[in-house]
């Protein structure tokens, strides 16, 4: 009010000095030119001070939304239809975590990127005209946000037909199931033998790091009801699970760590799982290693080669990790990969 008061005062000063200046127009010629353009601006601006100043007035009183944008995302791979949910973000001290802090933190910088790092979890839905197959299911309890994005985005728990997982780190098996209940009850899980065997079946006295075994208890609380239900099935090798999807194995993640290619008609999507965490710094330094691996060499060598794969290829990527929804193209450049993140449409159809 102070601002506004403020505003119509100095308005009052100026409209009279206006009135005068015209007066004299008529009997002086090029000073009166100058004055006259000084005052149309004066004139102008202080209309738009009071514009600006009762805008500003008005945005006091009303709070902000500080709310998001529906969490999912959905695009045409083909006749496949494909939603991507936001399962929430997270930060994170990414440089602490990495192979290389000093090249993490420089990364960041160059970018004039904040610190700490904001992780997306995303999770992954294809329609596929017969079966609605999920990939991967977030972090469930009391952060994951599939449930409420899968409700908004016009689908039920009880319609999911498969759930493939790429691996079980708590942050993609967490959503399965909640309290021992199934969150999917008609759904079959699928991941690879040897991720459920590494995972499910090895005494949590055994794991050579105390971490593992902590997952370890986690996946088992949301796997296992799938397997006393009769509802989890592995697969070894590349495997095609259905019409247009097929399993690749990824290890060094984890032991049994999974990629799924999706086909439809020219149009094909790589859902790569765990394979980078940090896209501002992996796609183009991606030799540097997150301490989540299990074997991290192994990690790096398999990201090279299905980042090679599908910038020769033209796959679209799908990151679980990458800024939500975390699709995108990729080109090599020398020793690195340029992402650029999947055009946003309108409407969903699809492309030629
Ligand atoms: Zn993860």
């Not at 002086?28 to 100043?53: E, F, Q, R, Y």
């Amino acid at each position: 009010m102070k601002w506004l008061t403020r505003s119509l005062y100095m308005e009052s000063m100026i409209m009279p000095r206006s009135a005068q200046t015209h007066a004299i127009t008529q009997t002086s010629d090029k000073p009166s030119a100058i004055m006259n353009h000084l005052m149309t601006w004066l004139m102008g601006l202080s209309l738009l001070m009071v514009l600006s100043i009762s805008t500003a007035v008005h945005a006091q009183t009303v709070p902000m939304a500080q709310t998001q944008a529906d969490g999912f995302y959905r695009m045409m791979v083909g006749q496949f239809e494909l939603t991507a949910f936001s399962d929430g973000t997270n930060p994170k001290d990414i440089a602490a975590i990495m192979s290389d802090p000093a090249k993490v933190r420089s990364e960041f910088e160059k970018i004039h990127l904040a610190m700490p790092y904001q992780s997306s979890y995303n999770v992954y839905l294809i329609h596929t005209g017969k079966e609605l197959v999920m990939i991967d299911t977030g972090r469930g309890g009391l952060n994951g946000q599939l449930l409420k994005n899968l409700a908004k985005s016009g689908y039920k728990p009880e319609q999911v037909d498969a759930i493939l997982i790429t691996h079980m780190h708590g942050d993609h098996v967490g959503g399965l199931s909640l309290n021992g209940n199934r969150q999917f009850p008609n759904a079959v899980v699928y991941a690879s033998k040897q991720e459920a065997d590494f995972w499910l079946n090895i005494n949590l006295g055994a794991y050579e790091n105390p971490h593992w075994a902590g997952n370890a208890k986690r996946a088992r609380a949301n796997v296992n009801p799938y397997v006393q239900a009769g509802k989890f099935k592995t697969f070894d090798d590349p495997t095609k699970l259905f019409e247009g999807i097929q399993t690749l194995p990824t290890y060094g993640h984890t032991p049994g760590h999974s990629a799924f290619l999706v086909e439809s008609l020219n149009r094909s999507v790589l859902f790569i799982g765990d394979t980078i965490h940090c896209a501002e710094v992996q796609f183009t330094h991606p030799t540097i290693t997150i301490q989540y691996d299990v074997k991290p060499d192994h990690a790096r060598d398999t990201r090279l080669a299905l980042f090679k794969m599908a910038s020769e290829k033209g796959h679209i990527i799908a990151g679980p990790h990458i800024s939500f929804p975390g699709l995108g193209h990729l080109s090599q450049t020398g020793v690195g990969f340029r992402w650029v993140p999947v055009q946003y449409q309108h409407q969903v159809k699809a492309s030629d």
